[in-house]
Each structure stands twice: as structure tokens, then as C-alpha cells.
């Protein structure tokens, strides 16, 4: 499969479909009327906003405020609607990569499609089979990806006020209730 790449694209953003418990994660982009949609897990939606986050505060901490990376989203570019319907899965993501690209002053997001032999490949290996979704973003675009990701991740289940492990719609059975609450 060949790489999908997008360039600024007009939307790129993580989202959901399902019943909080039974959702399946999605990251989308879109140029005009193309849309890709990969799919991937919640843990790694959570992980490729917090990368992010740290990536975008590293690079200005290390520009001393010169690059231009805000240091919150912009509120132009906050995006809370539905994904692109309909939502159809190119590929399940296995292994992602960040990287920050200083002569265009862009975040450059690597998703591979997950192999079986996943460990003994790498990001970007040119393997024909192999599917890669690359997004080149701006540094506001990637704060607002990452706001909006983060949100997606906490909309699911409540936590039990007990345990803290996610409350289940059919019922909770929580390990703090065998009368141990330390």
C-alpha cells in the first residue's frame, strides 16, 4: 500500500464511534473531499496527545518563543464535531512517530498500519505492503489535535469513585467493596 500523506490538511483529529465501553477509536484527515480514517486503540490516542503536547512545549522551551507554537489551543481551531461520516477504516494503526520539522515549522505524524511482525519493522520502512498515514500539521493544528484527542479519551466511561476502574453500563463489580477500602 502506498503512503497516505496530507499537508496541512483542513481536519485532523481523533475520534469515536460507539456506546462509551464499546467504542472504536479513529484518527481522520481531510483535504477537500478526501477523507482517511485509521483506526487505532484508546491508550493510543491518549499517548499520541500527550507526545505532542511534550513535543510542542520542548520545542518552545528549546526556541525560547521564537518558533511559532502556541502555548494553548487558538480557539479558531477548536473542533468538537462528529467525524467524517462515513467513517471507513483504511488500516488499524500499529506503530506511530512524532517528529518536528524546523524548516517548515511542522508537526509530522507517522501512523503504520499494525503487521504481524510488527516488531522487527519500523516507522516508515519502505515495505510496498505496509501502509503509512503521514500528516504534516502546524504546531496550532497540533495543540488543537491534541486538546480535542484528549477530551474524546475522557468522554467515555464514568470511573467508580471507589476504584477508579471504568463504571460498566451492565453493572460494576468493584475490588474495593470485599471490605478492604485502604
Not at 479558531?76 to 488499524?92: A, I, M, N, T
Amino acid at each position: 500500500m502506498p503512503v497516505i500523506s496530507y499537508d496541512l490538511p483542513e481536519r485532523f483529529v481523533a475520534g469515536a464511534v460507539g456506546r462509551p465501553g464499546d467504542r472504536a477509536f479513529y484518527l481522520q484527515a481531510r483535504a477537500g473531499r478526501r477523507v482517511t480514517s485509521v483506526g487505532l486503540e484508546k491508550f493510543q490516542v491518549t499517548l499520541l496527545a500527550e507526545r505532542l503536547e511534550e513535543l510542542l512545549d520542548e520545542v518552545l522551551r528549546r526556541s525560547g518563543g521564537e518558533a511559532h507554537v502556541p502555548a494553548v489551543t487558538p480557539s479558531e481551531l477548536r473542533d468538537d464535531g462528529p467525524l467524517e461520516q462515513p467513517v471507513e477504516e483504511e488500516f488499524k494503526v500499529g506503530t506511530m512517530a512524532l517528529a518536528w520539522d524546523p524548516d517548515d515549522e511542522r508537526v509530522v505524524i507517522e501512523a503504520q498500519e499494525v503487521t504481524e511482525a510488527e516488531e522487527d519493522a519500523e516507522v516508515g520502512e519502505d515495505d510496498p505492503a505496509i501502509a503509512v498515514l503521514r500528516v504534516r500539521i502546524s504546531a496550532a493544528q497540533a495543540r488543537a489535535f491534541a486538546e480535542r484527542a484528549l477530551q474524546v479519551v475522557a468522554a467515555g466511561r464514568p470511573p467508580c469513585p471507589l476504584c477508579g476502574l471504568p463504571l460498566d453500563a451492565e453493572g460494576h463489580v468493584c475490588p474495593r467493596q470485599n471490605g478492604y477500602l485502604g
